[in-house]
């Protein structure tokens, strides 16, 4: 038999007040279930924890030295149910997620304000990575939810929201091209690239954009990171094609940021978990703002 906490409080009750109709008042329970409690709760423990006559009602050298390991636990116990119940109303908890580099350098600082403005006591943790990385740590459960690039054809994922990042070239405002108001596919078929990595949910819809219009492109250079390809294209090494919604686009003010006249520059995003996995409900609370601003206004 295991001990329960409606045995634990009748106990410590009794221990305080000195007097079972004390205890079963103080409890809003007959004085037969009272007994029936203790009676059980010494079962469990396999002794006698009051001596009790018609006139008082006194520990037992066992029932002190168990009040105070019994009022601890009480304690804990009763701090575990409010944590859960916090957990499970949404009060409280951890957002777990994976994301493109650009957007945990763009909205998710300011949207992570705004949930902690809500829910005061939300955790997070963030994992930020290109679109095949953040896809495995969901695959695999180490987050819960995923902002990636790309299309998504792998039945592991449930997708929660799909949108679009339009991408841009990055040039000189020396450049010749700069004093153009947009770009076309053909105009940057021309120019030596500077590119994101192969693997790259950006480097994906470069690379198809190029060739399925039959162009076969001088790169210049490819760098892991964003602000390296945006430091190579300052350095004169050639133009970068990225996000929109980067902030590496705008940190050199001798850079110019031009629109591309193609409907092929267009990454698809995605908000994505793991199919059939249920989302913690300060999770639920951030996706639900997240959408709110990926969605067009």
């Given at each position: ?15 305080q ?18 007994t ?19 006139r008082?009602?006194a ?5 002190r ?69 953040v ?25 929660l929201?799909a ?66 390809a ?26 110019r ?6 409907p092929?520059f ?21 996706v639900?703002?997240l ?6 206004t």
């Open positions: 038999m295991d001990l329960n906490l409606r045995d634990i409080r009748a106990f410590i009750a009794v221990a007040t000195g007097s079972f109709t004390r205890a079963a008042t103080r409890l809003h329970l007959s004085q037969p279930a009272l029936v409690q203790i009676r059980r709760l010494e079962e469990t423990v396999g002794v006698r924890l009051f001596d009790r006559n018609s008082n009602v520990l037992t050298p066992t029932g030295d168990l009040l105070p390991l019994l009022q601890k636990s009480l304690l804990d116990m009763e701090q575990v149910l409010v944590d859960a119940r916090s957990l499970g109303d949404g009060s409280t908890g951890t957002v777990r997620i994976a994301c493109l580099p650009t957007f945990a350098a763009s909205v998710l600082p300011e949207l992570i304000q705004e949930v902690k403005a809500v829910v005061p006591r939300a955790g997070f943790h963030v994992r930020d990575a290109v679109a095949g990385m896809n495995t740590l969901v695959r695999n459960e180490e987050v819960d939810i995923g902002l990636t690039g790309g299309d998504l054809t792998d039945p592991v994922f449930e997708v929201h949108g679009g990042d339009r991408l841009v070239a990055v040039l000189p405002q020396q450049h010749p091209l700069a004093r153009r108001r947009r770009l076309t596919l053909a105009d940057l078929a021309k120019e030596p690239l500077v590119l994101t990595s192969p693997g790259t949910s950006v480097r994906a819809v470069v690379d198809s954009a190029l060739a399925n219009a039959g162009h076969t492109p001088e790169i210049a250079c490819e760098a892991t990171y964003m602000m390296t945006v430091a190579m294209v300052r350095a004169g090494l050639g133009v970068t094609i990225l996000p929109a919604s980067a902030r590496e686009v705008r940190a050199e003010p001798d850079l940021v031009k629109a591309i006249d193609d092929a267009l990454r698809p995003i995605a908000l994505i978990k793991k199919r059939g996995r249920t989302l913690p409900p300060v999770a639920d609370t951030f639900s703002m959408i709110e601003r990926l969605s067009p």
